[in-house]
């Protein structure tokens, strides 16, 4: 693998779990940081219900307020029809929706179970297409608080039923951070395996310190893309005790290592990393900004 892209996801998945609530100005501080480290993906916003993510309530503020940037793609997520709408009315360049492989997880995040969610997926992709690109990923895919181990057939069935929908990518999230580099080697195996021109993207939480290396893992089954935070910060405020994203340093501190290119600078993501402890006020868990990079010959 010689090159690999890293999606951003600190202004959105980031933030969302936060209690400090970040001010407009400091979300496109640190927006505009993640452009100045390279990032040229990123997820900025969530158009989900205020009462439920009050830290995502701004959303349409932080669109207006986005750098013009040909070379940026700003990514909204949305779960319903309505946040669609929120989606395409603000302006993004691309659509990430988002499906649970558990039903008790779907119900609960979205009030539905999950192929009641991929229905109206159907008609949204519908509307979408020509419009803007949509892309969706696959929640729970390595495991359930409530349902405790999704099968291998089950998560498959779900990646049949969106493939039909023709996404740009298929994204699979160990939303509560229960994965092993085996279940990442099997999983997304399996889903290349099925759908080989199907672009996959994996999203994983460091909850149980197994992130970076099924980050790995991911990397040498195939996946083209990678989910990351700066800091590690994160969390579904929904899914209990699932702390943050791997660290987008971090990340790019072993991709850079190994020769692989993600169009990052290291150093201007650890000070991007360190000026969001910074604003949101308390320590974050990423290693490579406590620690630096390489270290210099003495």
Request: some cysteine; aromatic content about 6%; overall charge negative.
């Amino acid at each position: 693998m010689a090159a690999i892209e890293i999606v951003e996801v600190s202004p959105r998945d980031g933030l969302q779990n936060e209690k400090t609530l970040l001010s407009t100005a400091d979300k496109l501080t640190l927006i505009d940081r993640a452009i100045a480290a390279g990032v040229r993906r990123m997820e900025v916003a969530s158009f989900v219900n205020p009462k439920k993510v009050p830290q995502m309530a701004d959303a349409e503020a932080v669109m207006s307020g986005l750098p013009a940037r040909a070379d940026v793609t700003y990514v909204g997520l949305a779960l319903n029809d309505r946040g669609f709408s929120r989606a395409l009315q603000a302006g993004v360049d691309e659509v990430n929706f988002a499906v649970m492989a558990s039903d008790t997880f779907n119900q609960r995040n979205q009030g539905a179970d999950a192929f009641e969610t991929i229905g109206q997926l159907e008609t949204i992709a519908a509307r979408a297409r020509g419009a803007v690109p949509v892309g969706v990923t696959v929640g729970t895919a390595f495991g359930c608080p409530f349902e405790g181990e999704i099968p291998v057939d089950r998560l498959l069935s779900i990646v049949d039923a969106l493939a039909a929908i023709a996404p740009r990518e298929i994204a699979l999230a160990d939303t509560i951070g229960v994965a092993t580099p085996r279940d990442v080697a099997r999983r997304v195996g399996a889903v290349r395996a099925r759908f080989p021109k199907i672009p996959i993207r994996c999203h994983f939480h460091n909850t149980r310190n197994t992130g970076i290396a099924n980050a790995w893992a991911a990397i040498e089954a195939g996946a083209a893309t990678l989910d990351a935070s700066l800091g590690g910060v994160g969390g579904c405020p929904f899914a209990p005790a699932a702390t943050g994203n791997i660290a987008t340093e971090d990340l790019v501190y072993m991709l850079d290592r190994a020769g692989i290119e993600t169009g990052l600078d290291l150093e201007a993501c650890i000070g991007a990393a360190r000026w969001l402890e910074e604003a949101l006020g308390h320590s974050l868990p990423g290693q490579v900004m406590k620690a630096g990079g390489f270290p210099d010959v003495a």
